[in-house]
């Protein structure tokens, strides 16, 4: 089923750019979806056709992805600077502009997908 051309469609691909990030949000290694979605999706026809759109999601999902996982890096150095708890400064700090880089990429990778570059 993976393998067929009908799998190559825009609504698979904004899941799997949306399933990192929410992935994350659960405390979940982001990068380990990322590499996991990579294996699974390039070598089927969404992948070989649409490289560029599929590489945008999973970059751009990695990004939002750090952004809402209260075990990141990031997260963690906030939260001990400013005194708060990692998961405030993932899902409360930084949701606004999560929200924002989801919905930009969303439109980014839907234009590159339907100019297929």
């Known amino acids: 089923m993976l393998m067929s ?3 190559a469609s825009l ?7 949306a399933a990192i990030p929410l992935a994350a949000a659960l405390y979940l290694p982001n990068s380990i979806f990322v590499v996991m979605a990579a294996q ?3 070598p ?3 992948g070989q056709d649409h490289a ?4 945008l999601a999973l970059c751009i999902g990695w990004a939002v992805a750090i952004c809402v996982n209260p075990i990141s890096a990031m997260s963690l150095i906030t939260g ?3 005194g708060v708890p990692p998961s405030r400064v993932a899902h409360r700090w930084n949701l606004r502009f999560a929200l924002a ?3 930009c990429g969303a439109l980014l990778i ?3 997908y339907r100019l297929g570059i």
């Open 80 to 82: 001990r600077l400013c």
């Open 40 to 42: 699974v999706l390039a």
């Open 44 to 46: 089927t026809a969404l």
């Open 52 to 55: 560029t759109a599929l590489g």
């Open 11 to 17: 609504p698979v691909l904004l899941a799997a750019f």
């Open 5 to 7: 051309a009908g799998f």
């Open 110 to 112: 839907t234009a590159v």
């Open 101 to 103: 880089v989801t919905a």
